[in-house]
């Protein structure tokens, strides 16, 4: 079967694409976000903004955004990759599945990278602080999925952990590209990324094949009963660092609530990890994930299917 990394050393943003620089585009009254992707932005409490304020909330959902995307390549999908790479799963991989693997650990430090340069030139040219982020909270609840479902077994939560992400779709990948009110800079380095993440995605689908084809009875219960979580964990909404940013604003601690409560209300989140999720239920599907007694069962209750 072909593989999606072929070409990679012709293909790969790491090897092809040139540094993206943040111009002048600011002054033109170009966004570093796009707004209507920002959930509480349209709160009739955010209307008392001053532009400012405005502003420096849109370069703050920006900075999340990138720094979740520089802590989970590198701490959770390289934290597995390198284990593929280095034959270190307990499977018995072709090589050119973990020489593809070796790459895709090039493409998510590249994107780590990147991610963070653009973090560095918006804080240099906007003088809109960065502030600090902590992604170990984050972390902990993912890995905390595991440890309640199957405890022992961290490798394998790791790699579910990647194949989840990794056969997600969501909006960004494919809305931020196409935006012309987006600084290019934004535009472009999203738009490379998503060009990586299309070859990631067949990779990891595959690599579930194999990985559902080498569990044996018990431990496929204990993985079609974990996935549901583990969708729900990894794709719900990270309101910590949304809440420290309008902290900086000059709404009250009450306002703030009000728009944390009004912007994400629990059916309407369960609605976009349903949606962003859809293909990876999809590949589950496929491999007979949902055959496992009980599995279809949980994936409805966690609002899934």
């Known amino acids: 079967m072909k593989s999606p990394l072929e070409g990679w050393h012709d293909k790969a943003g790491v090897r092809v694409d040139p540094r993206r620089v943040l111009n002048a585009e600011m002054a033109d009254g170009r966004t570093l976000f796009p707004e209507k992707l920002i959930p509480y932005l349209a709160h009739p ?8 304020e405005h502003r420096r909330v849109v370069a703050r959902h920006l900075y999340q955004y990138l720094q979740f995307t520089t802590h989970f390549e590198t701490r ?21 599945v973990r020489l593809d693997a070796y790459k895709i650990y090039c493409d998510e430090a590249y994107h780590a990278l990147y991610s963070y340069d653009v973090v560095a030139q918006v804080e240099a040219v906007t003088r809109i602080k960065v502030p600090e982020y902590d ?17 022992g077994e961290t490798l394998l939560v790791q790699l579910l952990q990647v194949v989840v992400f990794e056969t997600l779709v969501t909006a ?10 987006v600084v290019d ?18 990779y990891f689908s595959r690599f579930f094949r194999e990985l559902w084809t080498d569990l044996d009875a018990g431990m496929r ?17 990270e309101l910590a660092p949304v809440r420290r940013s309008l902290e900086l604003t000059s709404l009250a601690r009450e306002e703030i609530d009000s728009v944390l409560a009004d912007s994400y209300p629990a059916a309407r989140v369960s609605a976009g990890i349903r949606s962003s999720a859809r293909h990876s239920i999809r590949l589950f599907e496929s491999v007979g994930v949902l055959d496992v007694p009980g599995a279809r069962e949980a994936f409805e209750g966690a609002g899934l299917r």
């Open 221 to 237: 219960r204990k993985t079609a009963h974990c996935l549901p979580e583990l969708i729900h964990r990894s794709l719900a909404p």
């Open 185 to 202: 800079v934004v535009r472009e380095t999203v738009r490379d990324h998503a060009e990586d993440e299309g070859r990631h995605h067949i």
């Open 76 to 96: 959770v999908v390289n934290r597995a990759t390198e284990r593929i790479a280095n034959g270190t799963t307990g499977l018995d991989l072709d090589p050119s």
């Open 135 to 151: 992604f170990t909270p984050f972390l902990n609840r993912l890995d905390d999925v595991g440890r309640q479902a199957m405890p």
């Open 172 to 181: 960004l990948l494919k809305d931020i590209p196409s935006d012309p009110q």
């Open 45 to 52: 409490h955010m209307r008392s903004l001053d532009l400012d």
